[in-house]
């Protein structure tokens, strides 16, 4: 399984960037997706996850309402859109795969991207 992440950059706080995730060797509609992130002196954290099942979404309490996860199974790519960035969502952003989820924790994913810095200014 490989998974390159992209999209990341440098913008002003209350701006916008979209981040993309292309996966390969694997059966990329019948995986869960997530995006976490971390910050530095941070554990990894969380962000939003969508299933394979029914596309049904899931957000960390901090995003809801900014950010968007959505795939497109044609093209085996996840996407995180994020809108009314904050400095706090400065992070290295990862986009992960699994089989089957139960928490949305970082042990839930098997699978991990390199990762693409996000960094918000204020």
């Known amino acids: 399984v490989q998974l390159q992440a992209s999209g990341g950059g440098l913008v002003q706080a209350g701006g916008s960037l979209r981040l993309s995730c292309a996966a390969s060797?694997?059966?990329?509609?019948?995986?869960?997706m997530g995006w976490f992130r971390q910050a530095p002196g941070k554990e990894r954290e969380f962000v939003a996850g969508i299933t394979w099942s029914d596309s049904s979404t899931h957000y960390a309490d901090s995003v809801k309402g900014r950010f968007t996860i959505s795939r497109d199974n044609a093209k085996n790519t996840v996407y995180l859109q994020m809108n009314s960035l904050k400095p706090e969502d400065t992070a290295l952003y990862y986009c992960?795969?699994?089989?089957?989820?139960?928490?949305?924790?970082?042990?839930?994913?098997?699978?991990w991207g390199q990762g693409t810095q996000v960094t918000v200014s204020s």
């Open positions: 060797g694997l059966t990329f509609s019948v995986y869960v």
């Open positions: 992960a795969a699994t089989r089957s989820v139960r928490t949305w924790s970082l042990r839930d994913f098997a699978s």
